[in-house]
């Protein structure tokens, strides 16, 4: 290499050295390729250097022919070229962008020649993007199989063109389908591109030409042959693309093309379960794509989703996946990244079947693009984060890598010796200083997708669940095994399961165990189960989501609450019916949408309990933050409220304090409430039966802020709460009206004109402050026990909530909302950004304990996060007594 640099510097021009300088500095995955490539570019321009080849323009271009073989040779024969390739390959296409114009009295011989070309000059654009960084991995396949999309168009008319002259027009439309990758629009860059030919009717004639009449199928398989020549012939620029037509119906022994009757009886009784794989991804791309194409899709959707869920696609994928296996055992030591385990194709696999297999019952999760349908999967549940994240990193490492391994001779292929020196060069264009390096990350990533593939889909023969044994259960990572066996016994004789539904859960076996092993609280879930099995909605909800995992994860999760859905529950069965309906847990819990839910079910109670139900599976499904999570359950507690308020109108007004106050509400929230009228009030009935259809309702309410607490009026006067904030009210009572919310009634302006005073009247003064911090600690001594109290004890919830008490009154502005105080505090003062982030992950860990009992993501970081929060509070007492 060093004898061949130091011979070129010798020969080239002044204006041509810095090419080389780049060559011999720049970390390039072929440097011998570029300098060969280099030196016949600068002979084609006879040793003269170009106005648009000066600049980076020419480092990118030597960098490109490091990587391409072909698209080097392709860009020197075409020299002409290389300005417009200047002038586009830092520009963003639209899809409308992507067109080839059919030119008058054209030859086929140039129009192929034209093609070909407009290919290879736009593939030059997409891998210059790729190599320097300028696009992500879903835009360069997209542009891929838009180029690609945009030569078939062009070929199809000019191949009507030409037939039309001969035998007129047909009577019907005729459409071209993208298959696989294309069908996507996640084409490799040398890929084969499937196809088939699909036209409306066989019934029907052309209206004849030079050559005379056809039929309408003689025709579209005349026009099938020569669209394929056009694309596939190979002329002086080479072939367009590869054209695969074995995914036609009888694949080569059926006809090149078919009407949409013969497809429709082909795939009703004849078409085979891997068709419905192929099918997946079909997606026309020519032709007449409003009508025919239209057709072509109600009819493919149809066969490939069933309205129920299907698991006998299951089988179909093993045995696919076993000739895979067979087929890559045969290529030795070579690595495959399509085939070899965790290759691409089980990726593909994994999102294909769950499509499939649940698809026809939740259409959400189809599309025919890999990466949106790792998301789908995901957003809906099937999915869990770790694995979608794992998966999508594996599929776009995986998909990377075999671009660059094809982008040397634009050759179709997967497949390398580790130990080569393509792998070396591989390695380079995946950016990594060293082979082994490239390998060691391979590997990993493969692995995992292998496991996921194995974890989804597991060969060989379950052991029923009766046949577990203590030991096995113990192996699986149970805690106490024996508790889990004589569940496991509990269940399998209950009286309310027919002998049908006990065996139909005994086949289950190890999948039940996984599921019960992998909720939140398996003991919480397994005690759980039984109650709901007690009930016959419970039954016939499980058993009609046996097959959807996804669906048995969700409900084990809410299962493995202490007491939080199993109450709900046993009050209002029916909510089972609706729990996972995906436009309940998309659309945020709303007082407008629950008054839509009560005129339609009629029934508070159920409006109530479905919707808390909703708004946990919103926070467990990443619909929502923790703070939204509590804001939902407030608004739920506020509809509830105002529901009972009107339709009993009342002579009172109505205030909330504490957490209902602050819309901070969590699991057993508790509300505080106010009762004010204008006058005294000779009867306390309505307010007393307002707290009594609360509590009946599941809310605790507690009266006990109201002045004097217990000995003081239930119902008292604007007049009377002005004098007790005036003159009695303590200074614990001021940290208390900080949340202070008005809910109902006409006395909005004079109640909060009082609290206003009573908040910000006077200004935080030395004593006051001494005086809460004083408070802060009594709380911690007295109720702060316990290594697992979360609230009272240092670090606790209350440290966070006394610093958003104490910066509302040193700063007089009433936010209402602790993380809204501490989000106001940081912007301020920046040293205490990291409020906001302990306040959520504190009142997280609190959520967890309150729902299932104990600490599960939390239990090992606690101890941590609340020494964390101790050193904040510590450290905003020092900031708050220089200031006050």
């Known amino acids: 290499m060093k004898l061949l640099l130091e011979k070129c510097r010798n020969s080239f021009e002044p204006e041509w050295q810095k090419a080389l300088d780049f060559i011999e500095k720049e970390e390039l995955p072929n440097k011998r390729r570029a300098l060969i490539l280099t030196e016949k570019l600068r002979e084609k321009l006879s040793g ?109 008319s000019f191949a009507e063109k030409v037939l039309e002259e001969r035998y007129g027009k047909p009577s019907c439309g005729f459409v071209v389908v993208d298959m696989g990758k294309a069908g996507g629009y996640e084409l490799n860059y040398s890929s084969d591109i499937d196809l088939i030919f699909v036209y409306e009717s066989r019934y029907g004639e052309t209206t004849g030409g030079s050559y005379g009449k056809l039929q309408n199928h003689d025709y579209f398989t005349i026009l099938s042959k020569y669209l394929v020549e056009l694309l596939t012939k190979n002329t002086d620029e080479g072939i367009c693309m590869n054209v695969d037509l074995r995914l036609r119906p009888n694949g080569t022994m059926g006809p090149l093309c078919n009407d949409i009757e013969a497809l429709e009886q082909y795939y009703t009784a004849v078409a085979r379960p891997w068709e419905r794989f192929a099918l997946l991804k079909a997606r026309p791309s020519a032709g007449d794509l409003m009508r025919t194409g239209t057709e072509f899709l109600k009819l493919a959707r149809a066969f490939v989703f069933r309205k129920y869920i299907d698991l006998t696609l299951i089988e179909e994928l093993l045995r696919l996946k076993e000739l895979i296996k067979t087929k890559v055992l045969k290529k030795g030591k070579k690595i495959d990244l399509k085939l070899s385990e965790g290759g691409i194709r089980e990726v593909e696999f994994i999102v294909q079947a769950f499509q499939l297999i649940y698809g026809g019952k939740h259409p959400y999760i189809r599309s025919k693009n890999t990466l949106i349908a790792l998301r789908r999967l995901f957003k809906w549940g099937f999915l869990q984060e770790k694995e979608y994240e794992e998966l999508k990193e594996a599929y776009i490492f995986l998909r990377k890598a075999e671009h660059m391994l094809q982008i040397t001779n634009f050759r179709q292929t997967q497949t390398f010796h580790p130990e080569s020196e393509e792998a070396e060069e591989l390695a380079k264009k995946m950016g990594f200083k060293s082979r082994e390096e490239f390998l060691e990350k391979l590997q990993h990533l493969m692995g995992t997708v292998n496991a996921y593939f194995n974890k989804f889909f597991p060969t060989g023969d379950r052991k029923p669940l009766s046949a577990v044994t203590t030991l096995e259960l113990q192996k699986l990572g149970f805690r106490e095994p024996e508790e889990v066996k004589r569940f496991i016994e509990v269940l399998l004789n209950l009286k309310t399961l027919s002998a049908e539904e006990t065996n139909r859960l005994d086949v289950m076996g190890e999948r039940f165990l996984e599921l019960l092993f992998d909720a939140p609280d398996s003991k919480n879930a397994m005690k759980n189960l039984v109650t709901f099995f007690e009930r016959e909605e419970g039954r016939v909800f499980f058993f009609s989501i046996l097959s959807e995992i996804h669906a048995i994860k969700l409900l084990f999760f809410l299962l493995s609450t202490k007491d939080f859905f199993i109450k709900r529950f046993r009050e209002t069965p029916e909510i089972v019916d609706f729990i996972f309906n995906p436009d309940y847990i998309e659309n945020p819990v709303t007082k407008e949408g629950l008054r839509q839910d009560l005129l339609e079910f009629k029934n508070l109670r ?26 939902e359950l407030t608004e739920i507690a506020d509809f509830v409220i105002d529901t009972l308020y009107e339709n009993s109108p009342q002579a009172f007004s109505l205030a909330s304090l504490g957490k209902h106050g602050s819309r901070e509400m969590n699991v057993e929230s508790d509300i505080d409430l106010l009762f004010f009228s204008e006058k005294p009030l000779e009867s306390t009935e309505g307010a007393l039966k307002l707290i009594k259809e609360l509590e009946s309702l599941g809310y605790e309410v507690d009266t006990r802020l109201r002045p004097f607490g217990e000995k003081g009026e239930l119902i008292f006067t604007v007049k009377y709460f002005r004098e007790y904030t005036e003159k009695t009210a303590r200074v614990w009572e001021r940290l208390a009206f900080t949340r202070f919310r008005f809910l109902k009634g006409n006395l909005r302006e004079e109640v909060e004109g009082i609290v206003k005073d009573f908040l910000f009247g006077k200004p935080l003064d030395k004593d006051t402050l001494h005086e809460i911090l004083t408070m802060r600690e009594r709380l911690e001594r007295e109720l702060g026990k316990g290594k697992n109290d979360i609230k009272y004890s240092a670090g606790g919830v209350v440290d966070l909530e ?15 909302n602790t993380l809204k105080a501490l989000r106001a505090l940081s912007e301020k003062t920046p040293e205490f950004k990291k409020l906001t982030r302990l306040y959520r992950k504190i009142r997280e860990a609190e959520t967890e304990k309150r729902l299932f009992g104990s600490f599960i993501t939390y239990s090992d970081r606690i101890v941590q996060l609340k020494k964390e929060i101790r050193e904040a509070f510590g450290e905003f007492v020092e900031w708050i007594k220089k200031r006050v």
Request: aromatic share 14%; with cysteine; net charge positive.
């Open 48 to 156: 003269q250097m170009p106005k648009w080849l000066q600049g980076d323009f020419l480092f990118h271009l030597i960098k490109l022919f490091s990587f391409s073989q072909f698209l080097g040779d392709f860009l020197i024969k075409h020299t002409h070229k290389l300005p417009e390739l200047k002038e586009i390959y830092k520009k963003r296409f639209l899809p409308s962008e992507f067109r080839v114009e059919l030119l008058e009295s054209e030859t086929e011989k140039s129009f192929m020649n034209r093609l070909r070309v407009y290919k290879n000059l736009q593939m030059s654009r997409v891998v210059l993007r790729d190599i320097l960084g300028i696009a992500d991995f879903q835009e360069l396949v997209r542009d891929v199989t838009l180029i690609h999309d945009a030569c078939i168009k062009a070929a199809l």
């Open 606 to 631: 159920f409006v109530k309990n479905l919707a808390e139900v909703r708004a946990l599976l919103r926070l467990r499904l990443k619909r929502t933050e923790v703070e939204e999570f509590f804001k």
């Open 802 to 816: 006394f610093i958003a008490y104490i910066y509302q009154l040193y700063s007089r502005r009433q936010f209402g």
